[in-house]
């Protein structure tokens, strides 16, 4: 499987970079497969998420960040 969705841990963010060839069932579903490990890592983190890599309209925006803060409890923003 391609990957879809690569996260860059960096001092004072996560990056989490999209592919821009994905559609956003592809980014969804890449997503939900790597939260879990990113969860393992935050336990009492809060370090703020910042998500690019694609241009997203409003509705895929609000569906990315739905499915991050069901998993976590962070900050989301976007390129």
Known sequence: MAQYVTV????????MKLSEKATQADTIKSLKK????????????KTPIFVTGRILKNKEIREIQEVIKK???VEVEFD
């Open 71 to 73: 998993s976590i409890n």
């Open 8 to 15: 860059n841990l960096k001092k004072d963010v996560i990056v």
């Open 34 to 45: 790597k939260l879990p490990e990113l969860k393992k890592l935050y336990q009492q983190e």
